[in-house]
């Protein structure tokens, strides 16, 4: 998608929905073109765990953390 700056601000949630999925948002201006990107949002999901995860001593990610017995119960 291809806009000015006054249609930049005169239509501006459609020019954000264009961006939110995905297009090439191309702002044309006197000074050079300006390209408006959306940046994906943190999943949500982790914020809920912020503060609650914490590393103890050193751990080694590449074996398991429980034995044998402990999984299968």
């Known amino acids: ?5 006054s249609t930049l601000l005169r239509e501006f949630p459609k020019v954000r ?3 939110l999925r995905g297009e090439r948002v191309v702002i044309v201006t006197q000074e050079g073109n300006l390209l408006l990107i959306a ?4 999943a949500q ?3 809920g765990l912020k ?9 080694d ?3 398991p953390t429980t ?7």
């Open 17 to 19: 929905q264009a961006a």
């Open 39 to 42: 940046e994906n949002p943190p």
């Open 61 to 63: 990610w590449t074996t």
């Open 51 to 59: 503060g609650s995860v914490h590393l103890v001593g050193d751990v």
């Open 45 to 47: 999901i982790l914020s």
């Open 67 to 73: 034995t044998e017995d402990e999984w299968m119960q």
């Open 1 to 5: 998608m291809q806009t000015n700056v």
